[in-house]
């Protein structure tokens, strides 16, 4: 199974874009990219996913290189609801690991 | 619709207790599964099912049971509770078709004396 690398943190100033990495470089060719994130101690909520193109919906942009190894994730404005947890999967039903905890700073 | 719905939402047991943590869905998915987060860690699959009369085993398995006898329903049993199983447990749901995406309950926070 294709396994995820993320930093643990990261901050960002609020209105700023908030760039989050993921490293998934064993991904298998049909292996979608999905994010979620858990604010607080909530459930996860869904953000977005993709498999090769890049994908933007209302809450984020997701941009997958060429090789598929990597991804970023793209908050375009950062507000100080979007501090939280944030993980990077890329078999939709598995273990999500410890995702990148990301700070808004006001 | 309520989404995924997890009781109860806080439970103190005694070692070697049992119980039942409840999970239902009404959204029709038929992949459903139990997580559990311990403090500062990410979410591991515990158990799964892709449907009625149908579960599998995740990654720690161990100590817990399941059944689906609906597709509504995915009761997560802990059959003699020990300290490492205090952890939050999530219950989440989905279609099952390769892009589904899950939808997960509000958790309900165990803690085992």
């Known amino acids: 199974d294709a396994k995820t690398t993320q930093p643990p943190s990261m901050d960002c100033a609020e209105g700023r874009a908030a760039n989050l990495p993921c490293n998934h470089s064993?991904?298998?060719?049909?292996?979608?990219v999905y994010w979620y994130r858990q604010i607080h101690s909530q459930g996860p909520q869904y953000i977005i996913h993709?498999?090769?193109n890049n994908e933007t919906n209302e809450m984020a942009s997701l941009i997958i290189t060429e090789d598929r190894k990597s991804s970023t994730l793209i908050l375009p404005h950062a507000t100080l609801r979007d501090t939280a947890v944030y993980y990077c999967?890329?078999?939709?039903?598995?273990?999500f690991g410890t995702g990148t905890r990301l700070t808004i700073i006001p | 619709n309520a989404g995924v719905t997890q009781t109860p939402k806080f439970q103190v047991l005694k070692t070697g207790q049992s119980m039942t943590l409840q999970c239902a869905q009404d959204?029709?998915?038929?992949?459903m599964s139990w997580y559990r987060q311990d403090p500062g860690m990410g979410l591991r699959l515990i158990h799964y099912?892709?449907?009625?009369?149908?579960?599998d085993q995740g990654e720690v398995p161990n100590g817990y049971n399941v059944s689906r006898s609906t597709t509504e329903d995915f009761p997560l049993r802990l059959l003699s509770a020990a300290p490492s199983q205090t952890s939050v447990y999530f219950c989440?749901?989905?279609?099952?078709?390769?892009?589904?995406?899950?939808?997960f309950g509000p958790g309900t926070r165990l803690t085992v004396l």
């Open positions: 999967i890329v078999k939709e039903k598995l273990t």
């Open positions: 064993t991904i298998s060719g049909n292996e979608y």
């Open positions: 993709g498999l090769k």
């Open positions: 959204m029709n998915h038929e992949y």
């Open positions: 099912s892709v449907g009625a009369g149908i579960t």
């Open positions: 989440a749901s989905a279609g099952v078709k390769g892009t589904d995406t899950q939808y």
